[in-house]
């Protein structure tokens, strides 16, 4: 099971030209991804909690920036490297996302 995710400069659709909005996309991490947020309460305050790993789920850029403060916290817990470098990539993307209005992430699980 994996999570990949893209950021996107407008709401994707999931029929239609979803592509014309991609703006990055991270494939590679998908695994370490789900061990990290696997750890998480699902029913908790924390916005990554919300990522469905079996399903898609989208971050608008205030929720992209309150998830980017949760992985600043998750980055103390890494077990390994994997998961250090899926967390990274990820907060790069969150960063992009809150800085630009109107811009999404798009989590599709596996």
Same mark, same amino acid.
């Given at each position: 099971? +994996?999570?990949?995710?893209?950021?996107?400069? &407008? @709401?994707?659709? #999931?029929? !239609?030209?979803?592509?014309?909005?991609?703006? @990055?996309?991270?494939?590679?991490? +998908?695994? &370490?991804?789900? @061990?990290?947020? !696997?750890?998480?309460? #699902?029913? +908790?305050? +924390?916005?990554?909690? @919300?990522?469905?790993?079996?399903?898609?789920?989208?971050f608008n850029e205030q929720e992209a920036r309150a998830a980017r403060r949760e992985v600043a916290a998750l980055l103390q817990e890494c077990t390994d490297h994997h998961q250090e470098a899926a967390l990274l990539d990820l907060a790069e993307l969150l960063e992009a996302c809150a800085a630009a209005p109107g811009s999404y992430v798009w989590f599709m699980g596996d």
């Open positions: 099971m +994996g999570i990949e995710w893209e950021l996107h400069s &407008a @709401r994707p659709t #999931r029929k !239609g030209p979803s592509r014309n909005t991609l703006l @990055r996309g991270s494939y590679e991490h +998908g695994e &370490a991804l789900s @061990r990290v947020l !696997g750890t998480l309460d #699902r029913h +908790g305050s +924390g916005t990554l909690g @919300r990522v469905e790993p079996y399903g898609d789920t989208l």
